[in-house]
């Protein structure tokens, strides 16, 4: 597909303005809370020991070797900051990829539509320079669901070759790039399936299949190995230490337990330490929604917490969007392939959104389904193939909800992890709809210490009530880690200043 000069300023144009968002946002900010694990675990692949120690490293995978790679001097206050380059320079091709994908599908004004959608999303652009797994599986997510969409277009071995590579080097992501493979599967039969099954047993030819999922199959164990040092692959079930009840559970099987499996041991117990943090609530405290407190433990996360997260996390403009592109693309289904394109872009983020809510305790930012806004965008290139037969007055309607989109992005730079959209008017009442990650991850320690300087008669998370300006970091205000601490703050008395989003200012009278 040709691209015009034009076009490519303003691929050039978003992908400034997403720099600009993503570098500007490290002045000043320190290691947010899960960084430092992530880093260290880096260390340790480049070092050849990929074993996680303790449960805190659950999520840990080999990728964050990438960042740990940068670094010259980990005792330097700053050692973070070069190592979050990898991750702005995965967010940037995450950014291309999203371009390319919605030109191929929608023309080279979906693409860029798509594109910008993508540069000025505030969730992006704040775990986009963090030393975490979430803009990497994101990342993988999207890839892997290109190239094979790809080959299943076009065909061809090294097509075949290049998804199975791209599919393997997702596991070294995030543990929810396990779910790739169950996509791939429903994409091969939303493809092909008709109301026959004769007519889907018809269509494909199952040695081809077979030979296609063999290749897949070994260049993803081959990848994995190879990601975690080789280390100790074929370790059958019962020579584990596992501490969560469903893989305790798999050991107690006979038969099934002493079969070696041909994945490493650090890969496993991953899998183990993710299953038994989100059972026990380890790691995550009390999950806060709304005013309501969820105690940690199985069955405890709230089922409305990431459609929650979406509707006042995103951007309204973009929610607007992406309601219009549904219905508009409803209207005009007929002139689009629902099969074979906009399954693969649709059906992922609902299903991912279904297995979050319901079977996932870990309610604890809107991070974790960052890797559904990527394809929900491509989509929203769809918009753009009939831009020419917009009258001028939608063509002007679309241009200010793209401005109202940057302006109401750029107000809340550079704290980007703290965004809320304009549902939430006032910003120092956010804590009162979500927490954790999604308004305070640490990181805000120099923002603090300047306010303090400015009013040194500050009192910082003092131990039990007092009179006198009282500082509390939102996590702790409203309960995540006790309850009962600041009861008598929360509900009694309304901030009147914040910093950095990320703590608030009472006045507490005599």
């Known amino acids: 597909m040709r691209i015009s000069i034009y076009s490519k300023l303003l691929v050039i144009t978003g992908l400034a303005i997403l720099l600009f968002f993503s570098l500007g946002s490290l002045s000043h900010?320190?290691?947010?809370?899960?960084?430092?694990?992530?880093?260290?675990?880096?260390?340790?692949?480049?070092?050849?020991?990929?074993?996680?120690?303790?449960?805190?490293?659950?999520?840990?995978?080999?990728?964050?070797?990438l960042n740990s790679l940068l670094v010259q001097n980990t005792s330097s206050s700053t050692y973070l900051e070069p190592a979050r380059y990898a991750t702005v320079f995965f967010l940037c091709l995450l950014a291309l990829l999203v371009f390319c994908w919605g030109c191929e599908l929608y023309g080279v004004a979906g693409g860029l539509f798509s594109l910008f959608l993508f540069c000025l999303d505030p969730n992006l652009i704040a775990h986009g320079h963090l030393v975490t797994t979430d803009i990497y599986a994101a990342f993988g997510v999207t890839a892997s669901l290109y190239s094979f969409w790809r080959f299943l277009k076009y065909g061809g071995i090294s097509r075949a070759f290049l998804s199975a590579v791209i599919v393997g080097a997702s596991q070294l992501m995030k543990y929810t790039s396990l779910w790739i493979y169950v996509l791939l599967l429903m994409m091969i039969i939303i493809r092909f399936w008709t109301w026959a099954p004769k007519d889907f047993r018809a269509k494909i030819n199952f040695r081809s299949f077979l030979k296609y999922f063999i290749l897949f199959a070994v260049v993803s164990l081959f990848i994995i190995n190879a990601g975690f040092c080789f280390n100790r692959p074929f370790v059958p079930l019962k020579d584990y230490q596992f501490q969560s009840?469903?893989?305790?559970?798999?050991?107690?099987?006979?038969?099934?337990?002493?079969?070696?499996?041909?994945?490493?041991?650090?890969?496993?117990?991953?899998?183990?330490?993710?299953?038994?943090?989100?059972?026990?609530?380890?790691?995550?405290?009390?999950?806060?929604?709304?005013?309501?407190?969820?105690?940690?433990?199985?069955?405890?996360?709230?089922?409305s917490y990431y459609?929650?997260?979406?509707?006042?996390?995103?951007?309204?403009?973009?929610?607007?969007?992406?309601?219009?592109?549904?219905?508009?693309?409803?209207?005009?289904?007929?002139?689009?392939?629902f099969r074979r394109n906009e399954a693969v872009l649709l059906l992922p983020p609902l299903l991912f959104l279904i297995y979050c809510s319901f079977f996932i305790n870990a309610n604890v930012g809107i991070r974790h389904i960052l890797l559904i806004f990527p394809l929900l965008y491509v989509f929203c290139g769809s918009l753009m193939v009939t831009w020419r037969q917009y009258s001028p007055f939608l063509k002007t309607g679309f241009l200010a909800l793209m401005g109202y989109l940057f302006l109401s992005v750029l107000s809340y730079f550079p704290h980007f992890i703290s965004y809320f959209n304009e549902l939430v008017p006032d910003r120092k009442m956010s804590y009162k709809v979500l927490v954790d990650s999604n308004l305070d991850w640490g990181g805000k320690e120099w923002y603090l210490t300047q306010y303090i300087q400015a009013h040194p008669e500050s009192i910082l998370r003092p131990e039990g009530p007092r009179s006198g300006r009282i500082i509390v970091d939102v996590n702790n205000l409203v309960g995540v880690y006790d309850p009962e601490k600041y009861r008598w703050l929360r509900d009694h008395f309304k901030p009147v200043d914040q910093i950095a989003y990320a703590y608030l200012?009472?006045?507490?009278?005599?």
Request: glycine share 8%; net charge positive.
């Open 29 to 65: 900010q320190g290691p947010t809370i899960d960084e430092p694990v992530h880093f260290a675990y880096g260390v340790k692949v480049l070092q050849g020991l990929p074993i996680r120690a303790s449960a805190r490293e659950n999520s840990t995978m080999p990728v964050s070797a």
């Open 245 to 303: 009840h469903s893989f305790q559970s798999l050991q107690k099987i006979q038969g099934i337990n002493s079969v070696p499996l041909p994945l490493p041991y650090p890969f496993i117990q991953g899998l183990d330490l993710c299953e038994y943090v989100n059972q026990s609530g380890d790691q995550f405290g009390n999950i806060y929604l709304r005013g309501r407190l969820h105690g940690p433990g199985l069955k405890k996360g709230f089922k």
């Open 307 to 337: 459609l929650m997260a979406m509707l006042y996390k995103v951007p309204l403009a973009t929610l607007f969007l992406l309601m219009i592109a549904l219905v508009v693309y409803f209207f005009h289904r007929r002139y689009y392939h």
């Open 505 to 510: 200012v009472f006045d507490v009278p005599i």
